[in-house]
Every structure is written in structure tokens, then in C-alpha cells.
T-cell receptor, first 114, second 115 residues
Framework: GAGVSQSPRYKVTKRGQDVALRCDPI?????LYWYRQALGQGPEFLTYFNYEAQQDKSGLPNDRFSAERPEGSISTLTIQRTEQRDSAMYRC????????????FGPGTRLTVT | EDQVTQSPEALRLQEGESSSLNCSYT??????LFWYRQDPGKGPEFLFT???AGEEKEKERLKATLTKKESFLHITAPKPEDSATYLC????????????????FGKGTKLSVIP
């Protein structure tokens, strides 16, 4: 079946602009996670949803970052007033939930802020 | 704070030369130790989950083991197609009453297998 998909795959934006990154999880997966991965590093947790509820947003770096999953499926990570330090690979993952801990990752969105 | 440390950072092996990758973790109440493979330009690909010390899992040339402080990924007779970055991640106790399934990742070991 189809895996986790993310769009766009690449995004170049100017400092100060807002960006929205989209994640479409594996069908039937109730849990969804956002991570940020710097070059040469492992993914770093940002936020987690169970169905439409945002259960943990402890990894969001500041209030310019927000995420939503209004219908419990597709999720959007929004970064307002982007800064150059926001440049990174943003990865989404999903899992079945209900105690299944295996997370399956999407291809990521490469964000470059100029 | 949960921490995961992987070593070595990079490893070059000749084809057929077996070796092991190390993952040391400091996690409050381990709820799972995960291994992923990541190819350049792609997302991490799930390999194994280990839950308790003494547990082992195998897949083709890979075997993952777990102790109370470390996990090892053993690679037997590797082939060039095993070249990738291998990531280790740990999940600890839930945060707050709502629960969280966030993973704490190490920086990875970049494995190169030379024909």
C-alpha cells in the first residue's frame, strides 16, 4: 500500500514568509508525528497527534511553529515569519496507534529559507 | 532527559566482513528501542523494535540485540547494498497525563560496504 506522503518535497521561501507543510499518513494510521532532521543528525521530535488531538507539542521550538490535523488524517505544519535557522528537512511519520509503536516515515520536505 | 548515543559515527567494511554497531541509551523507563535504516535523500525505514533486555530480532543479514543500557546491530557478511545510515531511537515513559510516543534518535552510524 501507499506509504506516508509529504508535500511539497522542496520549498524555498524568503525570510519572513509563512510556509505550510503537508503530511498524508498511511491509511488507517491514527497517530501522526512531525520531526525535524538536520544534516548528519537523527530526527528531532516536534509534535504528535492521536486522531485529531494534538497530544504533545513539547518539541515545537517556539510559537512561530504550529500544527493541526482537523479531521484526524492529513496534517499541516505551519511556520510563520520564517527565519534562516528554520531551514531543515521536515519529516512526518505515522503509526497504527493503540500501542503499536512502530513509526513509518515519509520522504520529507526540504525547507530552505533565504 | 532521554539520550541516545551511537558509535561509531562511520564504519567502512569490506564485503563479507562482519561487524556491530552500538547504541547506548539513557531513558526513563524504556518503552521500546528502535532501529531504522536511512538511505541518502530518503526517510528512515523501520527495521526492528526491541522491548526488553535479552530480546533479539533478525532480518536477513541483520540482528538486533538489547541489554539494559545498550543495543547492538550485528551485520553478518555485509553486501554493498547494506550501505546506509543506521539510526537508533528510544521511547521512554509518557510525558504528562496525555501520553506521548515521541522517539529520541541518535545521530546514526554511516555504514559503507566496499565490494
Amino acid at each position: 500500500g501507499a506509504g506516508v506522503s509529504q508535500s511539497p518535497r522542496y520549498k524555498v521561501t524568503k525570510r519572513g514568509q509563512d510556509v505550510a507543510l503537508r503530511c498524508d499518513p498511511i491509511s488507517g494510521h491514527v497517530s501522526l508525528y512531525w520531526y525535524r532532521q538536520a544534516l548528519g543528525q537523527g530526527p528531532e521530535f516536534l509534535t504528535y497527534f492521536n486522531y485529531e488531538a494534538q497530544q504533545d507539542k513539547s518539541g515545537l521550538p517556539n510559537d512561530r511553529f504550529s500544527a493541526e490535523r482537523p479531521e484526524g488524517s492529513i496534517s499541516t505544519l505551519t511556520i510563520q515569519r520564517t527565519e534562516q535557522r528554520d531551514s531543515a528537512m521536515y519529516r512526518c511519520a505515522s503509526s497504527l496507534g493503540d500501542g503499536s509503536y512502530e513509526q513509518y516515515f515519509g520522504p520529507g520536505t526540504r525547507l530552505t529559507v533565504t | 532527559e532521554d539520550q541516545v548515543t551511537q558509535s561509531p559515527e562511520a564504519l567502512r567494511l569490506q564485503e563479507g566482513e562482519s561487524s556491530s554497531l552500538n547504541c547506548s541509551y539513557t531513558v526513563s523507563g524504556l518503552r521500546g528501542l528502535f532501529w531504522y535504516r536511512q538511505d541518502p535523500g530518503k526517510g528512515p525505514e523501520f527495521l526492528f523494535t526491541l522491548y526488553s533486555a535479552g530480546e533479539e530480532k533478525e532480518k536477513e543479514r541483520l540482528k538486533a540485540t538489547l541489554t539494559k543500557k545498550e543495543s547492538f546491530l550485528h551485520i553478518t557478511a555485509p553486501k554493498p547494498e547494506d550501505s546506509a545510515t543506521y539510526l537508533c531511537a528510544a521511547r521512554g515513559l509518557e510525558y504528562s497525563g496525555a501520553g506521548s510516543y515521541q522517539l529520541t534518535f541518535g545521530k546514526g552510524t554511516k555504514l559503507s560496504v566496499i565490494p
